[in-house]
């Protein structure tokens, strides 16, 4: 006899989603800055402090996986890399100041 486990599932609460995909050391801190504007690498190095280029770089791919950041390659010389919020991206802006506005009164 089998019997059937409706209801049961393996995915894991949209907003948990979420905020696991801001989470990590220089995530929300890439987000907010984003979020003012288009973003290069070295300008993270350098705005970011602490930051080091493979945690950097890290995070940066997986906000570009979860469909956040865009990466542009720039093929004028020098070549250079460029990140922008998707439309998914800009669509978090106000719920991440809310979050901010939020923690600020912790």
């Known amino acids: 006899m089998t ?3 409706e209801g049961i599932t393996n995915e894991t609460c949209p907003a948990q989603a979420l905020l696991k995909s801001l989470s990590g050391k220089w995530k929300p801190e890439i987000f907010r800055l984003a979020a003012d504007g288009t973003l ?4 993270l190095l350098r705005q ?3 930051a080091n280029k493979q945690t950097l770089a890290v995070a940066l791919k997986e ?4 469909g956040l950041l865009q990466k542009n390659v720039i093929k004028q010389k020098p070549l250079h890399i460029e ?3 998707t439309e998914k991206g800009q669509s978090l802006i106000p719920v991440f100041q809310q979050l901010e506005r939020f923690g600020q009164g912790i």
Request: charged fraction near 25%; glycine fraction near 6%.
């Open 3 to 5: 019997t059937k486990n």
């Open 40 to 43: 290069r690498f070295s300008s």
């Open 48 to 50: 970011i402090e602490g």
């Open 63 to 66: 906000l570009e996986v979860v």
């Open 83 to 85: 990140y922008v919020l």
